[in-house]
């Protein structure tokens, strides 16, 4: 699957003004003030917003773990992201990742689907479906992931296939370097991107 870096949506890890930790603090010495001044709502306000920003804090940590290959505690990390935020979008691709990396393949896929129907990171999760999809032996379903994922996003996905090893069991069949050939062919010539955060690498 797309490698993991310390990135959020494809860009890098944001700067101190615009951190999660910046603006959670900044929120939370807010809702101090505020209770000082006895404006208990507006104080709650902040607090709540505050949290916000602490799921993206889970995340960070969980993708961390992920790069150390501690799957079962970046797990953790990305479950309490999505109790905080149950929208956090990549706490819920990362916890996709995750179980791949622990051989949950169902439950990855279960989470890929849930993905692309509330229409998060679609081509991500369909190149995903296909690396779980490979894992357990199914080459048409992979194959047809490959393609949906491509017709979304053809230039990442002609350039993460060739790295992505959850593909090797196939990689020197006839059928896959075929696809890869047809893949090639209609990738969109655009200057290369950051690797996306939870694919799996």
Known sequence: MFGTTLTEGGTELPHEETSPLYKANTLVAAGVMLM???????????????????????????????????YKDALKCYKTALELNPKHSGSRMGKGVAMHHMYQYRPALAIYNAIIADGGNVALAWFNKA?????????????DCLRKAHELDSFK?????????????????????????????????????????????
């Open 36 to 70: 000082q001044d006895k404006r208990f709502d507006k104080a709650f306000s902040c607090f709540d917003e505050a949290l916000g920003y602490t799921a993206d804090l889970w995340y960070f940590k969980g993708a961390a773990l992920h790069e150390m290959k501690k």
């Open 131 to 143: 690396c779980a999809y490979c894992m357990m032996g199914k080459d048409v379903e992979t194959f």
């Open 157 to 201: 996905t002609s350039i993460h296939i060739d790295k992505e090893e959850s593909f090797d069991r196939i990689r020197d069949t006839v059928e896959f370097i075929k696809l890869v050939e047809e893949l090639r062919e209609h990738a969109e010539d655009v200057e290369p991107v950051k690797q996306d955060m939870n694919c799996i690498g």
